[in-house]
């Protein structure tokens, strides 16, 4: 069922259900209303035929001719007086054939509560007790309301046709709304199936951003605009790295031709070997590092964890930069420790946290002028804090956000040393995987620090 036929059914019935309650409402206080006003005028009566029969230039055939000729709302009524002695004062009915006939449980009643009223056949009756002075009596007086039933029966025909009525507007009126409801979640669907990964720069109306529809567009424009920012990310870095794998795939293939167009002697077939060796090793870095970037994308969830001593992780380092280059050279420095024997661990993989830590100590060593990185780790509250400090050109304030993007390369230092631009950004997501980061300061002229924050595991 569409959701607009639901909404006006389940909008009818919640409206019908209150016409029906208010309905009986009205009847049932209608009905008790014109009950208990027939009541009280058949008391009025009475009291008004005591008052008469105690005065004494009304005479009880002066009564019986007032009930006759006199005009009145009781149909077929009937009045029945006793005197203190229980003898019958005065008699009268409309119909001679259908008198009031009192019983001794009536008349008990009736002197056990003063007034009492009851039912006597289609009739309603009243007994009451009046006293004074001189007269002491006990008067019922029984008739019919056909104003009443008539008038119940007229209401009855109104309330019916009026909530047959109702629920006939409610119906249409409700089908409107239900249009006006959803229509703009259609225009919603509409728009959002506009949008495809070849076009993410769609986006919702959001208006004021008040109402939930408002909301959940402001919400889907978000994602996507981090579904566009993923996607053209994906996109330079595939580009990139098209770029970066064909360039000395291009440069080992025009030395190699150049070399084979003529005999040459052993001396420049060695140059070409070394130039398209140290080609080919550069391209082996870029290949390893695109795969390490493939392997730690994603979730940490499929990687084996363990607790990890990063003092002795750290160690590592000097002869992990000797295999790269013998010109490297790390210091490290751990006089920044506390005096404690608590272990330095985090929980994470310890050969992607090596591979982090020495991404970025290669790249310090490598704007070094000495080729020197300084290495040094503090503890600070639950977190471990690792500093690594060159003394290169150092980077602009207007290229440190940048330096994290894959394939980035500053074009003032690019001249200096060769590289891919995987390395600090490879570093950054396996330090992000474990809830890490880190942080560039940096000084043009002066050298850069990085320092990469973790959890004590």
Known sequence: MKIRYRITLVFTGIVTVILIVLCLGIYFFSEKNLEQ?????????????????????????????INKTSPSAFVNKSIVTYDNRYNEAFTYND??????????????????????????????????????????YLIFVVAYDDSRDGWLTKLKLILVVCFFFSVSIVIVTGYIFSVGLVNP???LTNRINRISSKDLSLRLETGNGKN????????????????????????????????????????????????LQRERTGEEYKRVLVSVNEDVKNLGQLVKSLLEIAKVSGSPSGIELTTV?????????????????????????????????????????????????????????????????????????????????????????????????????????NYLVQGSGLGLPLAEHIVRMYNGSIEVESIPGDGSAFIITLNIG
């Open 37 to 65: 006003q027939f009541r009280q005028r058949l008391r009025l009566k009475a009291v008004s035929t005591a008052t008469m029969l105690k005065t004494s230039e009304i005479t009880p055939d002066l009564i019986i001719k």
């Open 212 to 259: 939930e529809l408002q909301q959940l567009a402001i919400t889907i424009n978000n994602l996507l605009a981090r579904l566009q920012l993923s996607f053209d990310t994906q996109r330079r870095f595939i580009n990139n790295a098209s770029h970066e794998l064909s360039t000395p795939l291009s440069s080992i293939g025009s030395q190699l031709d150049v070399a």
């Open 185 to 187: 979640i259609n225009k």
């Open 309 to 413: 001593r990063v003092d002795e992780l750290l160690l590592h380092l000097p002869s992990e930069m000797k295999k790269i280059s013998p010109a490297y050279n790390v210091k490290i420095n751990f006089d920044e420790l506390p005096d404690t024997d608590e272990p330095l661990t985090v929980f994470g993989n310890e050969p992607l946290l090596l591979c982090a830590v020495r991404n970025v100590v290669h790249n310090a060593c490598k704007y070094s002028p000495d080729k020197t990185a300084l290495v040094k780790l503090q503890q600070v509250n639950n977190k471990i804090r690792i500093f690594v400090i060159d003394n290169g050109p150092g980077i602009p304030e207007k290229e440190i956000k940048n330096i994290f993007q894959p394939f980035y390369r500053s074009e003032e230092t």
């Open 95 to 136: 119909n001679p054939n259908d008198s009031l006939v009192v019983s001794n449980d009536l008349i008990q009643k009736t002197k056990e509560y003063n007034t009492y009223y009851f039912a006597y056949g289609n009739r309603e009756g009243v007994g009451i007790v009046y006293k004074d002075a001189n007269y002491d």
